[in-house]
């Protein structure tokens, strides 16, 4: 174990470790940029590739997919062949398919490549949170850097609309994807040197038919989830989430009676565990159906170009900075369910703001409640990170953030479907009577009312904003009815939870099964 000087016992991180964590960085930022960019380069590849309707909605869909569908897989893989290994593996194979799809000649080529993005970006995240907490053992480092790797998958979502609006005026579609490539190299380069290795003694054979039956109960149910939030509830997404669920039944029971299980079920019997993974999906669940809805906002109802939009959404740093650094403070002094709460009543604040947007009330309102919405999730995601992989023993780490992050995925999918529905319900009833076109989406009134002419436009227009506000308020309030619930959950369930959070109980060591110094191990005891 490396580090310098011991907090109660416990060795401390030092320069090599948060040296270590940068490096980390570069694959979270990576990842969640690669989910917004593409929104920006999708009218250049469908002019270039000339995709079919369902061929575009593959390109969009298949990385998210791969990556919810294989995360639990690789966390568990990650655990038996060492997170190190895996972490360089998954870094080249995003590498790889990241120069494949930006030179891509068809849609069914582009389509491979974003699904093998998503098998690495699936490689990658469990790998880089399980990592940290073999790093990381003094409990106040470890939530200082999962406070900086939340901060990266934020601020890659955020920075990669801008990053993606800047790379496309200037260069073709395909540079969106070899933006990736230079970090990818990095990576390779200093993680042998600078990440330690880590694999679970006694980890058993891996067991393909869970891994199988993992796979084939996500991608049902997200698929379906996605499809019933863009088409409303119809009988194949339906029957889709249901057979999804069936074979969850089905990993489930095998995960109790298998010799090597990819998940240890008995972590669900640990209060702590099992309510902070609960608490999560609802925070994702509010926190992408809202973000649903601002986005769209700022664009269709106060008229700014998708580029600018990105630029705007860049205000809500600041609070999202002062709610990090105040949690931190804290985070030794209180309990992390009074803290959780606290977060989660943020969010709710800043939901209820945005329940009285209108269509003429100024971008700072919208801000406002984006900002709250925002750092309230941000405290309550890295505090529930934190507690899931305090909980898990450090051998089940890799599983255990591959848990987590799978539940954010369901979280965001269920929040996209659920207040997505209410609040298009909400816009259909309020454009009743309006042409076809224009009652289906915002965006199709914006394009029905350039084609007629003068005051009737006008008129479409402001109805279709007003109803489309109408739609907000409707989700807004339905999300800050789910934070505040959350919030009490985590007083109720999560009270007993100290400050500073003992460790799970099980074999910690950096270095691999038979405990010898591997890698950046080994570069610093040659130093030594």
């Not at 109960?217 to 698929?223: F, T, W």
């Not at 640990?270 to 309510?275: D, E, G, L, W």
């Not at 009074?338 to 009543?345: D, I």
């Not at 100024?362 to 995601?381: C, E, N, R, W, Y």
């Given at each position: 174990m490396t580090g310098t000087g011991t907090s109660n016992g416990t060795a401390l991180a030092g320069r090599r470790e948060w040296t270590g964590l940068a490096v980390l960085f570069l694959p979270t930022l990576l990842i969640s940029m690669d989910i917004s960019v593409l929104f920006f380069a999708l009218p250049f590849i469908s002019e270039d590739l000339a995709p079919s309707g369902t061929q575009q909605l593959w390109i969009m869909d298949m990385y998210g997919f791969v990556l919810a569908g294989m995360l639990i897989t690789m966390g568990a893989l990650g655990?038996?062949?060492?997170?190190?290994?895996?972490?360089?593996?998954?870094?080249?194979?995003?590498?790889?398919?990241?120069?494949?799809a930006a030179y891509s000649g068809s849609a069914e080529v582009l389509i491979a490549t974003r699904a093998l993005l998503g098998l690495g970006g699936a490689t990658l995240m469990p790998s880089t949170l399980a990592l940290i907490r073999n790093m990381f053992h003094d409990a106040r480092q470890r939530k200082t850097a999962i406070s900086i790797w939340t901060g990266a998958m934020v601020g890659g979502a955020t920075v990669g609309p801008i990053v993606g609006g800047f790379v496309l005026e200037h260069f073709w579609w395909g540079a969106a994807f070899l933006i990736n490539v230079p970090a990818m190299v990095l990576l390779l380069v200093l993680a042998p040197v600078l990440l330690p290795e880590y694999r679970a003694p006694q980890a058993g054979r891996f067991d393909v038919l869970s891994a199988f039956l993992s796979l084939a109960?996500?991608?049902?149910?997200?698929?379906g989830i996605k499809?019933?939030?863009?088409?409303?509830?119809?009988?194949?997404?339906?029957?889709?989430?249901?057979?999804?669920?069936?074979?969850?039944?089905?990993?489930?029971?095998?995960q109790r009676t298998s010799a090597n299980p990819l998940i240890d079920v008995?972590?669900?019997?640990?209060?702590?565990?099992?309510?902070?993974?609960?608490?999560?999906v609802l925070a994702m669940f509010a926190f992408i159906g809202i973000t649903l809805y601002t986005n769209q906002y700022l664009q269709l109802v106060l008229g700014k170009s998708p580029f600018h939009a990105a630029l705007w959404s860049m205000a809500v740093m600041p609070a999202i900075m002062i709610a990090m650094t105040v949690s931190g403070v804290l985070a030794d002094k209180v309990r992390p369910a009074?803290?959780?709460?606290?977060?989660?009543?943020l969010t709710t604040v800043g939901a209820l703001v945005l329940t009285r947007v209108r269509t003429?009330?100024?971008?700072?309102?919208?801000?406002?409640?984006?900002?709250?919405?925002?750092?309230?999730?941000?405290?309550?995601?890295?505090?529930?990170?934190?507690l899931i992989l305090a909980a898990a023993p450090p051998e089940r780490a890799g599983s255990a953030s591959a848990l987590s992050e799978t539940g954010s995925e369901f979280g965001g999918a269920l929040g996209m479907a659920i207040l997505g529905t209410i609040g298009t319900a909400v816009y259909h009833d309020r454009m009743s009577g309006t042409p076809d076109e224009a009652h289906e989406t915002l965006g199709g009134a914006v394009a029905a009312a350039g084609r007629l002419?003068?005051?009737?436009?006008?008129?479409?227009?402001?109805?279709?904003?007003e109803a489309f506000t109408a739609g907000v308020h409707a989700a807004a309030f339905g999300a800050a009815i789910v934070t505040f619930t959350a919030a009490v959950l985590a007083v109720v369930l999560l009270r007993q939870v100290p400050a500073s959070a003992p460790a799970a109980k099980g074999t910690e060591k950096d270095g691999?099964?038979?405990?010898?110094?591997?890698?950046?191990?080994?570069?610093?005891?040659?130093?030594?």
């Open positions: 655990d038996r062949i060492g997170r190190r290994r895996l972490l360089l593996i998954g870094a080249t194979a995003f590498g790889i398919a990241s120069v494949v109960a996500v991608l049902p149910v997200i698929y499809q019933m939030a863009v088409h409303g509830v119809e009988s194949v997404p339906a029957l889709s989430v249901v057979a999804g669920l069936v074979v969850a039944w089905l990993f489930v029971r095998r008995e972590l669900f019997r640990q209060r702590t565990f099992s309510a902070s993974l609960l608490i999560n009074y803290l959780l709460a606290a977060g989660l009543l003429d009330s100024g971008i700072a309102v919208v801000l406002t409640g984006a900002a709250l919405v925002a750092a309230g999730l941000l405290m309550g995601s890295t505090l529930t990170a934190d002419p003068g005051r009737a436009g006008t008129e479409l227009l402001d109805t279709a904003r691999d099964s038979a405990g010898e110094p591997t890698g950046g191990d080994a570069a610093e005891a040659v130093a030594r």
